[in-house]
């Protein structure tokens, strides 16, 4: 897969991925000005990836039919969405 930043997820062939999640996270370590969504195949991270200066242009890069969901205390704190 790609391994530079993408323009939105609904650009991508998908069809290798089992179960497709995307992981928005607020200024994590390897990209501390930005928020990231990242494309996951169930648990494991891909190279995918999208980068925004705000949350809402992070929420733009990701399709409509994926349904939001909240990270619970458990998961990294810089991780504010999650969209499977």
Known sequence: M???PIN???DLDLSDIELPIIVVYEKPLDFPQHFVARLFDTDKPTNCYTLADTIEDIRKTIPPYYTKIM???HDDPNIKEIYV
């Open 2 to 4: 790609i391994n530079e």
């Open 8 to 10: 939105h997820f609904s």
């Open 71 to 73: 990270p619970n205390e």
